[in-house]
DNA sequence: TTGAAAGCGCTACCAC
DNA sequence: GTGGTAGCGCTTTCAA
């Protein structure tokens, strides 16, 4: 392992008192060369510290061994990459990845974001691509979608679309967390996130579904924060509250909005949850800590990331694979009465 | 933009009729080629959807524009990346790097790690490497770091270290954390955490330092979990208690280790702060979220994560950084009483 | 100012 | 079984 810096195959084969081609076999197990031979490459250019040149093998064989990772960071904001239903995602993804014996490159996707994902495929950097969150790029992925195969991306799935996601049944873990909360009693539940995203169009649909199924109108418009941050929530909610709008029940179209509502709540002298219940989506780590712990639709992420990089591979494989609607569970704790 | 698949540099050259040695020229903006000839030769290759294959450009020029990030993930567990520490210092670092123009490479390092480190290196898949976490590597990045310079790595700085680290004051943190404790009348300090990881071991020490300083003695060894995992520390928390182990404050060695202390303290019916106060080390989101808030120790993870990348790039240039221990602050909340 | 040609380090074809 | 050779797509001399 005493890593002369810079050998490369040509310099095994001389010591070895081979062609590189023979090492090259050899490197690569090929029955070809005798079994001898093949081990006295191997013990040589491990004592040497020598790795295949990761590019050069790339270039002639056309494939890199290695999955792009995006993530749209959505409307005109640079925040940093720290919420943490994608951190979480990240994780699983990583550990998938790398245990199929791939790399993972990941590309954070910032505005403003013209062709980004075109340039992403021509780079060739990447054998294949993971978008996390449509974000608003829906129209970015069905175009790209059109052309370029090996590529899955994490989201709602909506009517008539061409590229392969994953998600959960956002509509129906909505509808399930929405009928609880007026099973609970609540008359006045307030929806807080954006439903021009196309996940959170999806709940908000099921938001909708679940007054219908009561014979009941939603009695609010969506409250719609500026950004999916915990910061823009909180203002949203905040602002509500001030401008004396009367409500009994909030659900979060994500966990960090929800879980920056109940503070907003409690800030604002109301008790959770008997003036106010509170219900999000996701059930990331933070909504179990919560104070009091959080009413959620529970994502099975580490399924999730399991489908993305496995339908990926199917895909880089030729078939056409469709999309996977996963089932989202209501997990009841106590912010929800 | 109509992505063409597989248009090559020759290809974009014969449209333009010219050579792909201006067609590369063109492209990287140089001035040998005529202001004219250059824009009708952008304008082409943007209309194609043409972008440079990235593999081919990085063989020939012998650099990657990508940085590795790798993350050892600890003894002989194969635990998910899901590590809310880790996750954050990867958000701000996939932001960083972004920002300066380079990609990502992320590695997750799973057990058994042999060689990974060289291997990384001499695969010549990026310019340069961050490790988060020296876990049990130290010997590993000790002998990396005497033939490769562009390696920078995060964690506890260590007497007679030759790589180059970036991380909080831990020992300083830590004393002013117990220090704390014992200023509010607490006699029984129990260390929760690993000493014989590096950070952990520091950390380890400030807790040591602080009870000199008070004139004590640490009444009790540390207690040892076999991983720095939330099931571990709470397990080991429980058995604790479990023995009759009596104490009236805990020390964890990270905010997750903290945490599942909190919980198991909660579980076995003791009062959070009056009869058992409890103080961790990191401040991640979930402290302030947890019940009751959690007294923690601060570290800027987002000026981390600047410095690291600043460091590696002055290596990238052939400067020799000095590593770099910030300041870490203790964060007072309910948790401590 | 432009083009031809060499070569980055590797793999795979073809001949022996 | 093994080695010579061509070529992956690009950049950069060098010569014109």
């Known amino acids: 392992m005493n890593s002369r810096p810079g050998a490369k ?53 056309q494939r890199t061994q290695t999955l792009s990772v995006a993530i749209p960071s959505g409307h005109a904001t640079s925040q940093p990459l720290t919420d943490p239903f994608l951190m979480e995602m990240l ?19 910032v505005p403003p974001m013209v062709d980004w994902l075109p340039q992403l495929i021509a780079s060739h950097r990447s054998d294949g691509i993971i978008v996390i969150g449509q974000s608003t790029e829906h129209a970015a992925l069905e175009a790209a979608a059109a052309r370029y195969k090996p590529l899955v991306v ?22 399930a967390a929405v009928a609880h909360l007026i099973r609970a009693g609540r008359q006045r539940i307030v929806f807080l996130g954006d439903p021009a995203v196309p996940e959170i169009g999806l709940r908000y649909h099921g938001y909708q579904l679940a007054h219908e199924c009561a014979a ?43 879980v920056s509502a109940l503070r907003a709540i409690s800030a604002a002298g109301l008790a959770v949850p008997r003036e106010v219940a509170v219900v999000g989506f996701d059930d990331i780590a933070l909504a179990s800590h919560a104070n009091p712990p959080l009413t959620t639709v529970r994502q099975d992420l580490q399924r999730g990331a ?12 030729g078939e056409d694979t469709p999309s996977v609607v996963m089932p989202a569970e209501l997990v009841v704790r106590e912010s929800s009465g």
């Open 9 to 61: 195959m040509a310099d095994i084969a001389r010591l070895a008192g081979v062609s590189a081609s023979t090492v090259s076999r050899a490197l690569a197990g090929s029955p070809l060369v005798t079994a001898l031979k093949r081990e006295q490459i191997h013990r040589l250019a491990h004592e040497r510290g020598y790795v295949i040149n990761a590019t050069a093998r790339n270039l002639r064989l």
């Open 91 to 109: 994780g699983h993804l990583a550990d998938t990845i790398t245990q199929r014996g791939y790399g993972m490159f990941l590309q954070k996707v």
């Open 216 to 258: 009941r109108q939603p009695v609010l418009p969506p409250i719609i924060p500026t950004h999916l941050t915990a910061d823009a929530a909180h203002e949203a909610m905040r602002a509500f509250i001030a401008a004396s709008g009367s409500f009994d029940a909030v659900f979060g179209a994500t966990d960090v909005i929800a």
């Open 154 to 175: 994490w989201g709602g799935h909506l009517a008539r679309q061409s590229y392969c996601t994953v998600g959960s049944d956002n509509v129906g873990g909505a509808t």
């Open 306 to 317: 399991h489908e993305l990089v496995d339908l990926l591979f199917r895909r880089l494989e």
